[in-house]
């Protein structure tokens, strides 16, 4: 009989908000690595709000469709390689789904150190970590003295930018939900202020937190929250536009804020969007100052992590509701 | 008696489109300068779009009120100088309203050459064509080869910011309202391809026209054409937001496009803000390729002239709807 292996399906595309519902766990026969493949056994799973924007249509990856496989990242090791240049035990990186055992062409790996703990690879010496690191000093060009805020701050790019943003000398404002996020931000975080934007008076409370206007303003939501923050821009502000979580647990993306692209000429903002990949040449670099600023202690790595392949429905849709503090994964192997 | 002046006044903010209904003529004596101020006679007053946004609510400017006097700029002639360094008979361009004369700190006001025609002053060597020229060459890194889609192309700013991207090297679509207008944009000014938005189905158009995507879009508009280039820029493309024309002729900014943050994440699109103003230090060397291009024959400056004070308000209204090809103006003295 062939060995066991699990997976999670994409059992129908949601219609309106995500539920555990849309999800079914299979049992399938483990994969067999063919010539120039390698089989993985996956260790952690990375949740990200993208996942859920996959099922509104082809954005950053393409499509996905009902039936198959949950899209998924994960850290993985080597178990059998029938291709050159990886060995058994062995880390990699890879966009291997929602399943505990995978096969996968060599080529689209990518080899990780073994680094510990482990879901540091995955948090703030992966994606996450990188997209906070390039959105603040590249897209967002940070300097000293700032006003920065940062929307989804308790997630896991928030939880990473708002310190160094700290580091980097800027006066740092979170936006998170929920007053025990809040706390954490300034508690444990370093963040000079964090407002609550679920007691309703948003543009008040930023108006009081930046009586001289938000010189950079890290967008992870867009929406409303991009909306509050535009007029509060000074001439010249520096808009970096790292998701819009607001809009992917929806049918499609809804209208965009007002003020786009008025404000954006009266007051010369500049939005720029970015990928973390956009910036691969100077990716060694990043990863050498997050582990100088980790390893110093400087910077706090928030994780947020479940045991097992069929708690990642619940994950996924806890992230998207925002229950998570930091980097979300499933441990699964 | 005093000698007498004519001056228009806003008698109303308008609730929906801007009519002349919303403007009075009115006798007043002539204004007598004091000490430091200058007495003028407006020669030429321009219209741009943004004079209706001030209708709005403060934006490039202190928001207009019931009973002020319109504002508007002008092309002047000093009649009485009681301040140094002025004298009767040179040239200034002021912010000094719709009236025929207008008394005004000469520390406001800015010198101009006597250009011939002195037109030129207001379109292709004023705001409109310095405009154009920043816009592209500063803000929109215009190179040769660039894919560039330039809105309200019929415009003051656009009939020269598709000739500028030409003499760049760019293949250059441009969108306007009606046929004549579009034929025109080819068949006088160099435009590679004119798009008619009134015909409805501008996105399979511009698909058409730009089979590669959009490098650079020169937005004037906003609103919808902004909505429909964004999903057909290129990975890095660059918008230059010039202003929002679509949403000043209502009552306050409407809801931006769809796509706005989504689209400039996974494009990595920029989208910059500007004012004219922000390259002050460059407008020399700017005004100096103008006057070569003009003067070479190899840039046109279409017009679009009325005389008569009492003009201005069926100018202003016309400009919203469309009605005119290249900068519009009144001749009043």
Redesign the interface.
């Known amino acids: 009989m062939d060995a066991p292996s699990r997976q999670i399906v994409l059992a129908s595309l949601p219609e309106g908000r995500l539920t555990t519902a849309s999800f079914r766990l299979e049992d399938v026969p483990r994969p067999k690595p063919a010539e120039g493949e390698v089989l993985l056994r996956a260790l952690y799973i990375t949740l990200d709000a993208s996942n859920r924007a996959y099922m509104q249509g082809a954005?950053?990856a393409a499509a996905l469709k009902a039936g198959d496989v949950m899209y998924g990242r994960a850290l993985a090791e080597v178990v059998e390689s029938r291709a050159d240049g990886f060995a058994p035990g062995e880390l990699v990186f890879a966009e291997s789904g929602w399943r505990d055992w995978a096969v996968m062409p060599a080529r689209v790996l990518q080899k990780r150190p073994r680094t510990q703990p482990l879901s540091h690879l995955l948090s703030v010496y992966g994606i996450s970590g990188l997209t906070a690191y390039f959105g603040l000093i590249e897209v967002g060009r940070l300097k000293a003295g700032d006003t920065v805020v940062i929307s989804a701050a308790g997630g896991a790019v928030g939880t990473i930018a708002g310190q160094i943003a700290r580091l980097g000398g800027a006066r740092v404002v979170g936006i998170a939900g929920g007053a025990q996020k809040c706390a954490r931000l300034t508690g444990e975080l370093g963040y000079h202020l964090a407002l609550d934007h679920r007691t309703g008076n948003l543009r008040d409370q930023l108006r009081e937190a930046c009586p001289a206007g938000i010189d950079l303003y890290f967008?992870n939501v867009?929406g409303e929250i991009?909306?509050t923050c535009l007029p509060q821009m000074v001439v010249g502000g520096r808009?970096a536009?790292?998701?819009?979580v607001s809009?992917y647990d929806g049918p499609s993306?809804?209208?965009?804020?007002?003020?786009?692209?008025?404000?954006?000429?009266?007051?010369?903002?500049?939005?720029?969007?970015?990928?973390v990949t956009?910036f691969n040449a100077r990716r060694e670099r990043a990863l050498a100052d997050l582990r100088g600023w980790v390893e110093s202690g400087a910077l706090k790595v928030p994780e947020h992590i479940t045991e097992g392949l069929e708690t990642l429905p619940a994950a996924l849709v806890g992230l998207l509701a925002g229950e998570n503090f930091g980097k979300r994964m499933v441990k699964v192997g």
């Open positions: 954005t950053y967008d867009g991009l909306e808009i536009c790292c998701g819009s809009t993306p809804a209208a965009g804020p007002r003020g786009v692209p008025g404000l954006l000429v009266t007051r010369r903002l500049t939005m720029s969007g970015f990928l956009d």
